[in-house]
C-alpha cells in the first residue's frame, strides 16, 4: 500500500526558509514514471502546484514562485523535500505532498500526503 507523510516545522517566520519532507513507503520514488509532487492551499484559495520531482530525479518548478523553489530527493529514505525560500505570510496555507501519474492519458494524484497546516507568522 502506498503511502505518503510529510513532516516538518509547525511554525515558520517570515524571510525564513521552509522546509518539508515527504516520506514514502510502498513504492521507491526512483519508479518509473512517477512524478513526486508538492501542492499547498492557501486559506480560501484553490490548489495549487508548486513543483515536482520525477523518478529520474530531474525538477520542474511554478514559476510563479519565483525561484524562490527547490525539491530535492534521498533515495536511501525514499523521501522527497521541499524548500521554500523568503517565505511571507502569503505563504502560509496547508501542503501536501503528492504521487502523480498517468492512468489512460491522464494526469491522476492517486496518493497524498495528508497535508500539513504551515503558518508563517513573527
Known amino acids: 500500500q502506498v503511502q505518503l507523510q510529510e513532516s516538518g516545522p509547525g511554525l515558520v517566520k517570515p524571510s525564513q526558509t521552509l522546509s518539508l519532507t515527504c516520506t514514502v513507503s510502498?513504492?521507491?520514488?526512483?519508479?518509473?514514471?512517477?512524478?513526486w509532487t508538492w501542492l499547498r492551499q492557501p486559506p480560501g484559495k484553490g490548489l495549487e502546484r508548486m513543483g515536482f520531482?520525477?523518478?529520474?530525479?530531474?525538477?520542474y518548478y511554478n514559476p510563479s514562485l519565483r525561484g524562490r523553489t527547490s525539491i530535492s530527493r534521498d533515495t536511501t529514505k525514499n523521501q522527497f523535500t521541499l524548500r521554500l525560500n523568503s517565505v511571507t505570510p502569503e505563504d502560509t496555507g496547508v501542503y501536501y505532498c503528492?504521487?502523480?501519474?498517468?492512468?489512460?492519458?491522464?494526469?491522476?494524484?492517486?496518493?497524498w500526503g495528508q497535508g500539513t497546516q504551515v503558518p508563517v507568522s513573527s
Open positions: 510502498g513504492v521507491s520514488i526512483t519508479t518509473n514514471y512517477y512524478y
Open positions: 520531482i520525477r523518478y529520474s530525479g530531474t525538477t
Open positions: 503528492a504521487r502523480r501519474g498517468i492512468l489512460a492519458g491522464t494526469s491522476v494524484f492517486a496518493y
